[in-house]
C-alpha cells in the first residue's frame, strides 16, 4: 500500500465540485509541499498543483489544493469531462528519504 | 522548452540488466536534479530515485525496492540521466518517466518488461 492515502475514485456530475483527499503524515505532508499529478490513460503525468496550493503554468483556476497539517485535499470546480483522470499526490517523505506518491483516484464525471 | 526523452527501454529475461538514459534539453542540466518515476501497468506512481545537481553535491537517492540494484548516474557533457537496472525482476516491468525540477517536467516514458 502506499505511504499517502487517497480514495481509490471519486465522481460528480459536469459542472459540480469534487474533493480527493491525500492523508499523510508528520515526516511527508505534515512538513514538505505536496503536489497534485493529472494523467490521462497512455500519457505521462502532469503537475497541476505544486508546493502545496500553487497552480502549475496553464492550469485553469477551477483547480485549486489545500493543506492542514498531515492531508491536504485537490478540489475541482465546474467540472468538465475533460477532467476524467486519475490524479495523484506526491511528496518528500523526511523518515524514508524518498519521494511518495498516493496510490491515485480515478475521476469519473457522470 | 524543457524537453525529456527516454530510450533503451525493451524485454529482458529476469536476473538480466538494461540501461534506459534520458536526454534533456530546454534548460540549464547541471543545475537540476533529475528524478526517475516508474509506473507498473494499470497500478500507480512510484518513485524510483534521484540525481541531484552538482551544487548540492551530485549524491544519488534511491527507492528501498530498488537499492543496491539500481544505479543513477548523469553526463554533464550529454546533458544526459541514466539508470543502470541489474538482477531485474518481473516486478519491475513498468513504463519508466524521467523528470525534472521537482516533477514538474515528465518525459514520454519507456517500457521495460522483465518476463521468461
Known amino acids: 500500500q502506499s505511504v499517502l492515502t487517497q480514495p481509490p475514485s471519486v465522481s460528480a456530475a459536469p459542472g459540480q465540485k469534487v474533493t480527493i483527499s491525500c492523508s499523510g503524515s508528520?515526516?511527508?505532508?505534515?512538513?514538505?509541499?505536496v503536489s497534485w499529478y493529472q494523467q490521462f490513460p497512455g500519457t505521462a503525468p502532469k503537475v497541476i498543483i505544486y508546493d502545496s496550493d500553487k497552480r502549475a503554468s496553464g492550469i485553469p483556476d477551477r483547480f485549486s489544493a489545500s493543506k492542514s497539517g498531515a492531508s491536504t485535499t485537490l478540489a475541482i470546480t465546474g467540472l468538465q469531462t475533460g477532467d476524467e483522470a486519475d490524479y495523484y499526490c506526491?511528496?518528500?517523505?523526511?523518515?524514508?528519504?524518498?519521494?511518495?506518491f498516493g496510490g491515485g483516484t480515478k475521476l469519473t464525471v457522470l | 522548452e524543457v524537453q525529456l526523452v527516454e530510450s533503451g527501454g525493451g524485454f529482458v529475461q529476469p536476473g538480466g540488466s538494461l540501461r534506459l538514459s534520458c536526454a534533456a534539453s530546454?534548460?540549464?542540466?547541471?543545475?537540476?536534479?533529475m528524478d526517475w518515476v516508474r509506473q507498473a501497468p494499470g497500478k500507480g506512481l512510484e518513485w524510483v530515485g534521484r540525481?541531484?545537481?552538482?551544487?548540492?553535491?551530485?549524491?544519488?537517492e534511491y527507492a528501498a525496492s530498488v537499492k543496491g540494484r539500481f544505479t543513477i548516474s548523469r553526463d554533464e557533457s550529454k546533458n544526459s540521466v541514466y539508470v543502470q537496472m541489474n538482477s531485474l525482476q518481473t516486478e519491475d516491468t513498468a513504463v519508466y518517466y524521467c523528470?525534472?525540477?521537482?516533477?514538474?517536467?515528465w518525459g514520454q516514458g519507456s517500457l521495460v518488461t522483465v518476463s521468461s
Open positions: 506526491g511528496t518528500w517523505d523526511n523518515s524514508l528519504s524518498a519521494e511518495v
Open positions: 540525481s541531484r545537481s552538482r551544487a548540492h553535491g551530485s549524491t544519488t
Open positions: 508528520n515526516s511527508n505532508v505534515g512538513i514538505n509541499y
Open positions: 530546454g534548460f540549464t542540466f547541471s543545475d537540476h536534479y
Open positions: 523528470t525534472t525540477d521537482y516533477f514538474q517536467h
